[in-house]
């Protein structure tokens, strides 16, 4: 505070000395314009997967943040930058506008003197290696470069494309050009180079391949003489379900044939030689229902041991009860004989028939359960084998649909990118100009308020700072307590100062 005090007057003048420089500068420095341009950035077919990607359906289009920033650094490439200068050509940005009256003659000549000091400052630093030397082009490229910029607006799809020049009307013209070759390179670069020659040559492979399991499915459908898997192997179910119940038959009808065959055998050997002539007798009740049950239960029994096995519980009890039965007829008179003349036995003769012919009768069945047997086994085998043929036959039918899916899917793609082909060549794009190129009505630079400023801050804290740090350097007291720590004694008095 006392150093600001004592040389407020010196302060002062350097700070007006530092807005009057700025303010006498400001004419000499040289005037630039923005040029600016908005692109809208639209959903469209630069998002849609490409066409040789994947193997699904075509996913919906969608957008990222991403996408949109792509878009800008494209804008503001050096390849993009590059193609401009040369549409235009490097003299068109260098060449200066001659002076029209004294004070442009004025201006132009001081705007010379500091480009000469400025160029001269860049030999000096290309000299010693700190810059390259650059040529007309790469100066040119370099420039609208730092100049040039791209920015993307917030929760937006918009792009604000800003450019510096010093002339308005050429401002806008390159602005425009640099828009129609942004538009170009956005279309090119989106665009996936030899798809549709990819896709034409896998369309050919997936129809030649489509077209070998046709002829290898007819072939097969030939040789094997399947028709209808389904129907076919239904039809052999019903098959085997009718012989399976035809045997079951024949089998209960072995044991019925059989039983009757052991009682035929029982009646002969308790036949005699000679008949009787005549015989009054009653026949015993008790003893013929008593047969009549044990045929029946031997037949149950022969039944029974097919279903279950020979020590089942089921098997023993009905065993239990046919050997009761069979005390009970045992214990009981057939008939009660009153008189009776015997002659030759002819009931001999007839049982002896009887059980010959059960004896074929059980031969034939048995013969007629072996055929079944053995057709059984045949339809077994024949389920087997038509198994074996559907699994190849579903085999065939499923590579067949996989590559008809795949057939389809990539003559859709090649669809694809043949209208994307098209609509490059149409320069058909999603990005769409919602702002021509305009220049801003006055010159953005230099910013004359914000160097006025600046320069008022800068000569204040310059020439205050350049005050404390000399009054920091020289070896000057300012106060008791100061004097009293270096000289090493208490101070005993204070003169005050005396202004003139």
């Given at each position: 505070m006392?150093?600001l005090?004592?040389?407020w007057?010196?302060?002062?003048?350097?700070?007006?000395?530092?807005?009057?420089?700025?303010?006498?500068?400001?004419?000499?420095?040289?005037?630039?314009?923005?040029?600016?341009a908005?692109?809208?950035?639209?959903?469209?077919?630069?998002?849609?997967?490409?066409?040789?990607?994947?193997?699904?359906?075509?996913?919906?289009?969608?957008?990222?943040t991403?996408?949109?920033?792509?878009?800008?650094?494209?804008?503001?490439?050096?390849?993009?930058?590059?193609?401009?200068?040369?549409?235009?050509?490097?003299?068109?940005?260098?060449?200066?506008?001659?002076?029209?009256?004294?004070?442009?003659?004025?201006?132009?000549?001081?705007?010379?003197?500091?480009r000469?000091?400025?160029?001269?400052?860049?030999?000096?630093?290309?000299?010693?290696?700190?810059?390259?030397?650059?040529?007309?082009?790469?100066?040119?490229?370099s420039?609208?470069?730092?100049?040039?910029?791209?920015?993307?607006?917030?929760?937006?799809?918009?792009i604000?494309?800003?450019?510096?020049?010093?002339?308005?009307?050429?401002?806008?013209?390159?602005?425009?050009?640099?828009?129609?070759?942004?538009?170009?390179?956005?279309?090119?670069?989106?665009?996936?180079?030899?798809?549709?020659?990819?896709?034409?040559?896998?369309v050919?492979?997936?129809?030649?391949?489509?077209?070998?399991?046709?002829?290898?499915?007819?072939?097969?459908?030939?040789s094997?003489?399947?028709?209808?898997l389904?129907?076919?192997?239904?039809?052999?179910?019903?098959?085997?379900?009718?012989?399976?119940?035809?045997?079951?038959?024949?089998?209960?009808d072995?044991?019925?044939?059989?039983?009757?065959?052991r009682?035929?055998?029982?009646?002969?050997?308790?036949?005699?030689?000679?008949r009787?002539?005549?015989r009054?007798?009653?026949?015993?009740?008790?003893?013929?229902?008593?047969?009549?049950?044990?045929?029946?239960?031997?037949?149950?029994?022969?039944?029974?041991?097919?279903?279950?096995?020979?020590?089942?519980?089921?098997?023993?009890?009905?065993?239990?009860?046919?050997?009761?039965?069979?005390?009970?007829?045992?214990?009981?008179?057939?008939?009660?004989?009153?008189?009776?003349?015997?002659?030759?036995?002819?009931?001999?003769?007839?049982?002896?028939?009887?059980?010959?012919?059960?004896?074929?009768?059980?031969?034939?069945?048995?013969?007629?359960e072996?055929?079944?047997?053995?057709?059984?086994?045949?339809?077994?085998?024949?389920?087997?084998?038509?198994?074996?043929?559907?699994?190849?036959?579903?085999?065939?039918?499923?590579?067949?649909?996989?590559?008809?899916?795949?057939?389809?899917?990539?003559?859709?793609?090649l669809?694809?990118?043949?209208?994307?082909?098209?609509?490059?060549?149409?320069?058909?794009?999603?990005?769409?100009?919602?702002?021509?190129?305009?220049?801003?009505?006055?010159?953005?630079?230099?910013?004359?308020?914000?160097?006025?400023?600046?320069?008022?801050?800068?000569?204040?804290?310059?020439?205050?700072?350049?005050?404390?740090?000399?009054?920091?350097?020289?070896?000057?007291?300012?106060?008791?307590d100061?004097?009293?720590?270096i000289?090493?004694?208490?101070?005993?008095?204070?003169?005050?100062?005396?202004?003139?």
């Amino acid at each position: 505070m006392v150093i600001l005090l004592q040389r407020w007057r010196w302060i002062l003048a350097s700070t007006v000395l530092a807005a009057a420089g700025v303010l006498l500068a400001l004419p000499f420095l040289p005037r630039q314009y923005e040029i600016s341009a908005a692109l809208l950035f639209k959903l469209g077919r630069e998002q849609v997967a490409p066409a040789v990607a994947g193997t699904a359906a075509v996913a919906a289009p969608y957008k990222r943040t991403e996408d949109v920033t792509s878009e800008a650094e494209i804008i503001t490439s050096q390849a993009l930058v590059e193609n401009l200068v040369k549409a235009f050509g490097t003299d068109y940005f260098l060449v200066r506008k001659p002076p029209q009256t004294l004070w442009e003659q004025i201006k132009d000549v001081a705007r010379s003197i500091v480009r000469g000091v400025r160029e001269a400052i860049t030999e000096v630093m290309i000299l010693v290696g700190l810059e390259k030397r650059l040529t007309p082009f790469e100066s040119v490229v370099s420039m609208l470069q730092g100049s040039l910029q791209a920015e993307t607006v917030k929760r937006s799809d918009v792009i604000d494309v800003k450019l510096l020049m010093a002339d308005q009307k050429a401002g806008i013209d390159v602005m425009s050009k640099l828009i129609d070759l942004y538009l170009a390179e956005h279309i090119r670069a989106f665009q996936t180079p030899g798809a549709t020659k990819f896709l034409a040559d896998r369309v050919n492979a997936m129809k030649l391949e489509l077209s070998g399991l046709e002829v290898e499915r007819n072939e097969f459908s030939r040789s094997s003489s399947l028709w209808d898997l389904d129907e076919q192997r239904k039809s052999l179910l019903q098959q085997q379900r009718e012989l399976r119940q035809s045997l079951a038959r024949s089998v209960e009808d072995i044991g019925r044939v059989s039983a009757e065959m052991r009682f035929a055998e029982t009646t002969l050997a308790g036949l005699s030689p000679e008949r009787r002539v005549s015989r009054v007798e009653q026949s015993n009740p008790v003893a013929q229902a008593l047969q009549m049950r044990i045929v029946e239960q031997r037949g149950k029994l022969e039944r029974l041991r097919l279903v279950y096995g020979a020590d089942s519980r089921r098997i023993e009890d009905e065993e239990t009860e046919l050997s009761q039965l069979q005390k009970l007829l045992a214990g009981q008179a057939k008939s009660l004989t009153q008189s009776e003349t015997f002659e030759v036995s002819e009931g001999q003769r007839e049982a002896e028939r009887t059980l010959a012919d059960r004896r074929g009768r059980a031969a034939g069945l048995q013969a007629q359960e072996q055929r079944q047997r053995e057709q059984d086994l045949l339809l077994v085998a024949e389920l087997s084998r038509l198994d074996k043929l559907g699994e190849r036959s579903r085999r065939l039918n499923r590579d067949m649909s996989l590559a008809e899916q795949n057939y389809q899917l990539y003559v859709r793609r090649l669809e694809e990118a043949r209208i994307a082909d098209a609509l490059g060549v149409a320069e058909i794009s999603n990005v769409s100009v919602i702002g021509r190129p305009t220049a801003s009505i006055s010159p953005v630079r230099p910013r004359a308020k914000l160097l006025f400023f600046g320069a008022l801050a800068a000569g204040l804290l310059g020439s205050f700072g350049f005050f404390l740090l000399r009054e920091a350097l020289r070896p000057t007291v300012h106060s008791r307590d100061k004097a009293a720590s270096i000289l090493g004694a208490p101070a005993l008095g204070r003169l005050p100062e005396v202004r003139r």
